[in-house]
């Protein structure tokens, strides 16, 4: 069983900055890909950021430029780096970690954007 702890959620303005952090611990052998996704009320969670085991990064559209994602292979951590937040970015935000076991997720952390 793989356990995922997502941390620095929060208020911001618009064009403010969050980092978000999630730490994998449990019964982790291999990590494949760590994700981060997002789910606004009324919408369906989608993808905003994914990184692999070597390090490459995959942004949607909506979203590229302004996040980055990060992960230290050593302490099994997932960081997302959000820059120029729109209120659009409101949302929950999930940690998602793909392994050899499994796929696992966070319980999420919100994330709103306003003034």
């Known amino acids: 069983q793989v356990q995922l702890v997502e941390s620095g959620g929060g208020l911001v303005q618009p064009g403010g900055s969050l980092r978000l952090s999630c730490a994998a611990s449990?019964?982790?052998?291999?990590?494949?890909?760590m994700d981060w996704y997002r789910q606004s009320p009324g919408k369906q969670r989608e993808l905003v950021a994914s990184?692999?085991?070597?390090?490459?990064?995959n942004y949607p559209e909506a979203v590229k430029g302004r996040f980055i994602s990060s992960r230290d292979n050593a302490k099994n951590t997932v960081s997302l780096q959000m820059n120029s937040l729109k209120p659009a970015d409101t949302a929950v935000y999930y940690c998602?970690?793909?392994?050899?076991?499994?796929?696992?997720w966070g319980q999420g952390t919100q994330v709103t954007v306003s003034s």
């Open positions: 998602r970690v793909v392994t050899s076991t499994g796929d696992y």
């Open positions: 449990g019964s982790i052998f291999s990590i494949y890909r």
């Open positions: 990184i692999t085991s070597r390090g490459h990064t």
